[in-house]
């Protein structure tokens, strides 16, 4: 298995135009940033396998379907009588950024449980991917920490996204300390500005990183996603190598909705890093880290181009397109 990940997997309702009154109409789609960045993963020739909780209930069925349908081992994803599938919906402003509203009190996707998760995948991983949103509640914030660990011990590569969403904590100080939780197992982070900010208090992206480098010695690679200003990437602490840094300004597109364009760019990083002969330790060079950048920045800004995250995932023909095209 190339890639397992955790976490919640919920509805998106996007906008989808005004009805004949002039109401708000809403587009169902399937959401969770880590069953995205899988998909992406998937689409991109990749073993992926997801771990998580549903409802009994119709929309966890579509997302069930929507996951196999996208190549995804769905064997680990529960189904709980306990509570309904979780849902978003997303807002979305006229440069198509977004914000959400979650219905999750409690959702299906907290009631993942340590006990039900199968070790065996965990160690047959090469990567394992997980997020903040699953630490928000118990019992799921105990099968996460139970999993990670678990899939480090094995000698998975750990990767982990923050994914700030103040609206699902308690209050701020309980999301930090969830998020530098997860940040004490991970050798690979993905931030954005927003993130970097609220976990480190600047939004200078160097001084933001060395801080982050220097309280996680173990993180191997800081991603700092820049919205339509592309990314950077700063490596972390290797004995007798000097860190790495790197930016890629992105590619203009016609922006319909960035949602899942950060898990995208993070499918398009560990497919780079998967394809390296060693995962767990790649032969960086400045070259090498910005055309990952390149690469991951095509991924995010082609799943921009169209609405919802899963169904606007690029195929690898399409990213080598847009490459091409900028080179």
Known sequence: MDVVALGELLIDFTPGGLSENGEPLFERNPGGAPANVLAALAKLGHQTAFVGAIGNDAFGAYLQQTL??????????????????????????????????FYRKPGADQLLRAEQIDRGMLAAA?????????MTHEP?????????????????????????????WRDEEHAKQAILQGMHYAEIVKVSEEELLFLTGTV????????????FTNIKLLLVTLG????????????????????????????????????????????????????????????????????????GALTATGKGAIPSLPTLQQVEHLLQVNH
């Open 68 to 101: 196999h349908h996208a190549g995804i081992n769905v064997n680990q994803l529960f189904v709980t009588e306990e509570a309904q599938t979780t849902l978003a919906f997303v807002h979305l402003d006229d440069s198509g950024d977004r914000s959400f509203t």
């Open 126 to 134: 090469r990567v394992f991917h997980f997020g903040s949103l699953s």
């Open 140 to 168: 799921s914030r105990t099968a996460t920490l139970t999993a990670v660990a678990y899939a480090k011990e094995k000698g998975a590569v750990i990767s982990f996204d923050p994914n700030l969403r103040l609206s699902l």
């Open 204 to 215: 200078d992206l160097e001084q933001g990183s060395q801080l982050l480098l220097q309280q």
């Open 228 to 299: 339509a200003e592309g990314s950077y990437c700063i490596t972390g602490h290797v004995e007798g190598s000097e860190r790495l840094i790197a930016r890629h300004h992105g590619f203009q597109v016609n922006t319909i909705d960035t949602t899942g364009a950060g898990d995208a760019f993070f499918g398009g990083v560990l497919h780079w890093l998967l394809n390296e002969d060693n995962v767990a330790n790649p032969q960086w060079t400045a070259k090498k880290l910005h055309a990952m950048l390149a690469f991951a920045n095509a991924m």
